[in-house]
């Protein structure tokens, strides 16, 4: 049997729509057979996810998806094949949520200045003991009526540069890959191209990466052109990285970004699973 993996996926521990035993069923119906669950700094989601799996008999494999603050950028690593147990791992989530906790209750007391009150107390109910994300600050958006779509969202507040936007301090890069490869995990850069940063940066950050201990990039995403396959391909070979998949599903009713539905890895590319 050949394997279908999808190595990037949310939940609702973070911004994602379904429960991790949802979206396990979800990745079965769709041909997966092989599921990483990675949860915006947090490892909530995984023990369900894990038992799911088991009874629907599909691979699970445990990861994380963590914010890094690299110079003045955001960057998102993947953590994959992680024990969420391991104590540097779980202290360093621990930073994270608080960091996330705090830049919430920041973004909220900005959007009630701008005459929207309320989002944090409502989000902290809506997202229980899971991750709150501008994800969800975009929905609360569209659900009070303000903007008709969360991309609004984003271009009306949530980005860079818009009103409720929180600059925010991530543990550094070397600290998010270290957290990783301590919890026998491997890192890997994920969406390497939706940063914007130019040739000279990415490869900055990618020497960088390497330099503490990354060990892969994602090649495959939900939605990658051909194009954009090429570039992250050569991005990989570069860097002599391992290559990764995954959809970045967080919810249906995107038809073209669905779990498992990802293009062909590029021949010449060392898939990142040969590691685990
Ligand atoms: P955060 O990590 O809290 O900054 O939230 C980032 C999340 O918001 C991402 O993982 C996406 O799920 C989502 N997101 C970011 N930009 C957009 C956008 N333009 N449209 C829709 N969702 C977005
Ligand atoms: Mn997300
Ligand atoms: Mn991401
Ligand atoms: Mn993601």
Not at 96 to 123: C, F, H, V
Not at 138 to 156: N, T
Not at 179 to 199: D, E
Not at 201 to 213: M, Q, R
């Amino acid at each position: 049997m050949t394997e279908l993996y999808d190595l990037h996926s949310h939940s609702n521990a973070s911004d994602g729509a379904l429960s991790p035993t949802e979206l396990v069923l979800r990745a079965q119906g769709q041909g997966v057979t092989a599921l990483a669950l990675t949860d915006h700094d947090t490892t909530a989601g995984l023990q369900e996810a894990r038992l799911a799996a088991e009874q629907a008999g599909i691979r699970f494999i445990a990861g994380i998806e963590l914010s890094a603050s690299f110079e003045n950028h955001c960057l998102h690593i993947v953590g994959l094949n992680i024990d969420p147990q391991q104590p540097d791992l779980v202290q360093g989530i621990a930073k994270q949520q608080y960091t996330r906790d705090q830049r919430a209750q920041k973004i909220s007391e900005k959007l009630a200045k701008k005459g929207i009150p309320d989002a944090y107390p409502i989000l902290r109910q809506v997202a229980g003991n899971g991750e709150i994300t501008r994800l969800h600050f975009a929905d609360f958006l569209v659900a009070q009526g303000r903007v008709a779509s969360q991309q609004e969202a984003f271009d009306r507040y949530l980005s860079k540069g818009k009103p409720a936007y929180v600059p925010t301090l991530w543990a550094s890069l070397p600290e998010c890959v270290a957290w990783i490869t301590a919890a026998g995990g491997v890192a890997v850069l994920a969406h390497p191209l939706r940063y914007k940063l130019s040739t000279k940066w990415i490869n900055k950050a990618l020497v960088a990466f390497k330099a503490a201990g990354g060990q892969g990039i994602e090649v495959v995403t939900g939605r990658a052109s051909v194009d954009d396959i090429r570039l992250s391909y050569l991005h990989a070979a570069k860097h002599d990285l391992y290559a990764s998949q995954g959809s970045d599903f967080h919810a249906p009713g995107n038809p073209y970004l669905e779990l498992g539905r990802l293009a062909a890895m590029p021949t010449g590319a060392m898939p990142v699973w040969q590691l685990f």
